[in-house]
């Protein structure tokens, strides 16, 4: 079972930095490959990074390529999505989830937090 829980959302300015964590309670996360994907309002959910269980691997969307980063402590059962050069458009919801196998669509993941409110000012 994994139980997540995001933070570290907020308010920044164009060009700033936030660092969001996501971390588990339920005791299955080293077994998890993790991604980050975020809602926009009136948009679809997209992807934006996912991890491998070993980190061994990531993958980002084109969007986020060179800007964010994504990693993982697997003995304190948190990943994190480091954001920098953030701009208006990285504005959303952003989501932790956990899927069996590394993946970029939304569908595919099985177990989802609640969602931190990233706002990018400009």
């Known amino acids: 079972q994994v139980q997540l829980v995001e933070s570290g959302g907020g308010l920044v300015r164009a060009g700033g930095s936030l660092r969001l964590s996501c971390a588990d309670s339920?005791?299955?996360?080293?077994?998890?490959?993790m991604g980050w994907l975020r809602q926009a309002t009136g948009k679809g959910r997209e992807f934006v990074a996912s991890?491998?269980?070993?980190?061994?691997?990531?993958y980002y969307a084109d969007s986020v390529k060179g800007r964010f980063t994504i990693s993982r402590d697997n003995a304190k059962n948190t990943v994190y999505l480091q954001m920098s050069s953030l701009n208006p458009e990285d504005t959303a919801i952003y989501y932790c989830?956990?899927?069996?196998?590394?993946?970029?669509?939304?569908?595919?993941?099985?177990?989802w937090g609640q969602g931190t409110q990233v706002t990018v000012s400009s």
């Open positions: 339920g005791g299955a996360f080293s077994r998890y490959a």
């Open positions: 989830a956990a899927s069996r196998v590394p993946t970029m669509y939304p569908n595919q993941f099985e177990y």
């Open positions: 991890i491998t269980w070993s980190a061994s691997s990531t």
